[in-house]
């Protein structure tokens, strides 16, 4: 299978820095992707890791660990506009499949 | 250019009806992909077309369909509407036929309520 876990949730303050993190189980992909999605939006596109490593864009940065199993997104200095659901997905030979999202909320 | 564009936006109907929903994408993107995204599930792929044939199919039945024409606009149908198949149904277009680097361009989906 491929199951993709991620924390349902998350709360952090304006200008901070949040991990969101992502576990997976599968045979195998060709690459992980970050996806933001604002309430009521479509998802953009933040970030594909196909190596391991971290790989940072902005504020934002992306790790994977094949090995582990494991991917996080990190987000720096945090703004009102970051809260939004972030989701992490695989990209398999046949189509991506997406983890059910973490919600992120920023406090003042 | 412009971007993933699906009509209509908005989208009630009666159990038992059938609807179509359409989606073009990006100009030269030849690769599109149906979502269902409820609150409960995430998204959860439906289909996949890439020059007008269907490549990949996720677990939905057989009342999920699609076809994408030569122009590379999609359309997908849902018959004998039930209660929960209501959701938000998301388009999704790639330039590479392997997703890539770029991944998907979402369009902002049509809301379908069932009632």
């Known amino acids: 299978g491929q199951n993709i876990d991620q924390p349902t949730e998350m709360t952090a303050t304006e200008g901070a820095i949040v991990q969101i993190n992502c576990t997976y189980q599968?045979?195998?992909?060709?690459?992980l992707f970050w996806y933001q999605q604002h309430a009521g939006e479509a998802p953009t596109f933040l970030s594909y890791n196909v190596l391991d490593g971290l790989e940072e864009k902005g504020r934002f940065s992306s790790f994977l660990s094949r090995s582990k199993g494991y991917s996080y997104l990190l987000l720096k200095e945090l703004q009102m506009k970051d809260s939004a659901s972030y989701l992490c997905a695989l990209n398999r030979d046949d189509k991506i499949i997406f983890g059910k999202g973490t919600r992120l909320h920023i406090l003042p | 250019k412009a971007g993933v564009t699906q009509t209509p936006r908005y989208l009630i109907k009666t159990r038992g009806q059938q609807v179509t929903l359409s989606c073009s994408p990006i100009s030269g993107h030849r690769s599109v992909s149906w979502y269902q995204q409820t609150p409960g599930q995430g998204l959860q792929f439906l289909f996949e077309y890439f020059s007008e044939t269907q490549r990949n199919k996720g677990n939905f039945p057989g009342r999920f369909s699609g076809r994408q024409f030569s122009n590379s606009r999609s359309e997908m149908n849902v018959s004998t509407l039930e209660l929960g198949d209501s959701a938000l149904y998301l388009c999704?277009?790639?330039?590479?036929?392997?997703?890539?680097?770029?991944?998907?361009?979402f369009g902002s989906g049509t809301r379908l309520t069932v009632v």
């Open positions: 999704a277009s790639s330039l590479d036929p392997d997703r890539g680097r770029d991944g998907y361009t």
């Open positions: 599968t045979s195998g992909f060709n690459g």
